[in-house]
């Protein structure tokens, strides 16, 4: 098959564009096609005539209320904060007393992915400054060390240049001999590929280079031992490309075997993201109330319920234990982006959804009546959550953030209905087209404008100019979300009969197989990283921003690795939620 080029995505909206032609909106409605299993025949009737819907026999939430209600945690308790403290100070003086580079990087390496470097921002900050200026990596020998040094300095921001790499290559290109004897260094090396950025082709050929030798030492060594483990999990999925909540979970169960761990600074982990939990769980015992208190689910039945889901995607972005307005706020948000996509998606018709669409371009509130009143439910919540944002947003910082929010949403209305037209009039868009509208139907853009002002940092208008017009940025994040979607939602929704996504576009225009397309998304996904890599690394928002914008990005890729974890609840999702919010960490440990 011959290479295609790389899809590129407009800026806004405004540069969409669609086939001259166009069905009439009664056109358009007769030759519907309509591929779902069922229909739901509605209550609600236009002009005495009955309006048959589609329905995607959306299971119910296997949280109930009760059950969420009921959940209750002992690290709540003072005494466990008391010994945190404790051990926080126990590991800061172990720290202090690194003396040697690689100690210092091995120890900050720890420290982030066990989850408790927020505890350690200024003595890693000292560390990761000397270690820069101190301008050694032209001059390191060692694969390892070289690599997790390139690999934490640009994960901060410092300006480092992958040539450090040529001198481990031989006359013909390739990697030294006597490196690929250095497991931990080749695999160390995998990890730091992953940070590369544009036309930095040594990378990318590490990447190629190292992702063979991992492959060949796992077929052979398979085993449960600390690298093998480590080795196994980056295959899967790099270091960069998981999310850190969860990455912590996991990995303070693996460091629990590594041969030189330390003790105090396990137990520190665990009790840290227990208490940690405890904060999540209350968080979530009162977004559940809320979600009952307003009712969408009951009153919005053909849609999904997944408040719990939609908590999660929050804790994934930003867990940060202060940020608890922040992960309430933005559970709201993605219960009403969930219940919208699901109108577009399956229960509105055509006619329902240009009406919606009109409304929310306008924000007027006089025109609310003339929605159906599943319509109006849904916009009168939605306008109690952007009034409540704007309110608290002017208290705090003094400006009035309204028309962002109502951009945000507009935005993301009409390119619901650009796919809601796509679909009823059976109009199949190329790859260019259809992500040049899928970035913004994704919902990323709009969950990270409301991101950035309910983090708190300061707001300057340089910035504000940025998110109106969708920074690089928000747009990177926002196509790598949507590619990730499309790749664990295909099966589901191709069955289903939904609006053609990615995979079918390509396709479609390229005689790809499933496989062929589904190997070019990724390839796409990949260069897209690395232009998000450099995007973080330029731009001038707020790290708190930065780092919510890129864990929100590969909390996309944790919860549809493996297929639709939104929307399907199989016992993997169920059982990695529990986890993540509901089951603490055994305290005790032993040595593997």
């Given amino acids: 098959m011959a290479q295609q080029k790389l899809a590129t995505f407009p800026l806004s909206l405004t540069k969409i564009t669609f086939p001259r032609e ?32 589609r329905s995607a026999n959306y299971q119910p939430s296997i949280w109930t209320f009760d059950y969420i209600q009921s959940l209750n945690t002992e690290y709540k308790e003072e005494i466990y904060t008391q010994r945190v403290r404790v051990l926080r100070e126990e590991v800061r003086m172990l720290l202090c007393k690194v003396e040697s580079e690689l100690d210092q990087l091995e120890f900050t390496d720890a420290l982030q992915r066990l989850g408790v470097d927020y505890h350690y921002d200024h003595e890693i900050r000292k560390f990761l400054d000397d270690i820069f200026k101190m301008n050694t990596l032209n001059e390191e020998n060692d694969l390892y060390a070289t690599t997790l040094k390139f690999r934490l300095l640009r994960q901060h921001g410092y300006n480092i240049s992958s040539d450090v790499f040529i001198r481990f290559k031989d006359d013909k ?7 690929t004897l250095d497991v931990k260094g080749m695999l160390s090396l995998y990890e730091a590929s992953f940070h590369s950025f544009e036309d930095e082709t040594i990378l990318d050929e590490a990447k190629d280079f190292t992702s063979k030798f991992l492959k060949e030492y796992w077929t052979e060594e398979k085993g449960n031992n600390y690298t093998s483990l480590l080795i196994n999990h980056a295959l899967e999925l790099p270091l960069h490309w998981r999310n850190p909540r969860w990455e912590t979970q996991w990995f303070i169960n693996v ?57 999660v995607w929050t804790v994934g972005a930003n867990s940060h234990p202060d940020l ?70 002017q208290e705090k910082n003094g400006y009035n953030i ?96 939904d609006v053609a996504k990615s995979i079918q576009c ?60 939104h929307t399907i609840q199989d016992p993997e999702i169920k059982s990695r939620i529990l986890s993540l919010v509901i089951k603490p960490i055994p305290l005790t440990y032993t040595k593997k």
């Fill in 402 to 497: 309204t028309a962002y929010l109502i951009k945000t949403w507009a935005d993301l209305c009409k390119s619901y209905f650009i796919e809601a037209k796509w679909y009823y009039s059976e109009y199949m868009p190329s790859l260019e087209e259809y992500l040049g509208n899928a970035w913004i139907s994704i919902s990323t853009p709009l969950q990270l404008i409301h991101t950035y002002f309910l983090i708190p940092h300061s707001i300057n208008m340089e910035e504000l100019n940025n998110m109106e017009k969708y920074s690089d940025i928000i747009q990177f994040s926002a196509m790598i979300s949507r590619l990730a979607n499309d790749l664990g939602t295909y099966k589901r929704e191709n069955e289903m009969g």
């Fill in 22 to 53: 166009r069905k009439t909106s009664s056109q358009v409605m007769r030759s519907a096609k309509v591929s779902w299993a069922t229909q739901c025949k509605a209550s609600y009737n236009v002009h005495s005539q009955t309006i048959f819907r």
């Fill in 324 to 393: 608890e307005y922040y992960r309430k706020s933005m559970t709201k948000i993605n219960s009403l982006i969930t219940i919208i996509d699901d109108i577009y998606d399956v229960y509105g018709t055509f006619e329902e959804l240009k009406l919606f669409t009109e409304v929310i371009g306008s924000w007027d509130l006089n025109a609310m009546d003339s929605l159906p009143n599943y319509m109006k439910t849904c916009f009168q919540a939605l306008n109690n959550i952007v009034n409540e944002i704007a309110c608290e947003n």
């Fill in 506 to 565: 390509y396709m479609n225009e390229s005689g790809a197989s499933e496989v062929e397309a589904r190997e070019y998304l990724k390839s796409v996904m990949y260069k897209t990283w690395k232009k998000m890599n450099e995007a973080t690394y330029n731009c001038s928002f707020s790290q708190c921003f930065i780092s919510t914008t890129v864990n929100l990005t590969n909390m996309a890729l944790c919860m549809y690795q493996r297929g639709d974890g």
């Fill in 255 to 311: 460091y629990e075997r590594k041969e030189n761990m330390i003790p105090t600074l396990l137990q520190l982990a665990k009790l840290n993201f227990n208490i940690a939990q405890a904060i999540y769980l209350e968080e979530l015992k009162e977004s559940s109330r809320w979600w009952k208190r307003v009712g969408l689910g009951e009153k919005c039945s053909f849609a999904r319920d997944r408040l719990v889901e939609n908590y």
């Fill in 173 to 179: 290109g390739n990697l030294k001999k006597d490196h």
